[in-house]
């Protein structure tokens, strides 16, 4: 089982900027495939951004450009910087994981991840 803390998030007015972190196992820091999931019931969830466990990232168009995934393996954190936010990313945000060896993972792939944070409230008006 992969335990992933998910900290940060928060209220924020428009144009503002917030960060997530998910403190990611040691094992799984390196190795996994990462991402951020983002749900606002009764919207259908989206996957926002991976990171491979080889580095390549890759961002959903509703957030390229404002939103920034990243990892420090010393630290063993997944962050996500999220500048620019607007009322539509209002939505309970996810940290996601899992083992993907062999293929680069796009941020379809992210709702099938095996292992998920607690999630974080991110409301922004």
């Known amino acids: 089982q992969v335990q992933l803390v998910e900290s940060g998030g928060g209220s924020v007015q428009a144009g503002g900027s917030l960060r997530l972190s998910c403190a990611v196992p040691e094992y799984a820091i390196e190795s996994y495939a990462m991402g951020w999931y983002r749900q606002d019931p009764p919207k259908i969830g989206e996957g926002v951004a991976v990171?491979?466990?080889?580095?390549?990232?890759a961002y959903a168009g509703s957030v390229k450009g404002r939103f920034t995934i990243s990892k420090d393996i010393i630290k063993k954190t997944l962050y996500f910087q999220m500048d620019n936010l607007q009322p539509e990313d209002t939505a309970i945000y996810y940290c996601?994981?899992?083992?993907?060896?062999?293929?680069?993972?796009?941020?379809?792939?992210?709702?099938?991840?095996?292992?998920r944070s607690q999630g974080t409230q991110v409301t922004v008006s």
């Open positions: 996601m994981g899992d083992y993907r060896p062999d293929f680069v993972v796009g941020v379809s792939d992210i709702e099938h991840f095996g292992y």
């Open positions: 990171i491979d466990s080889r580095g390549p990232t």
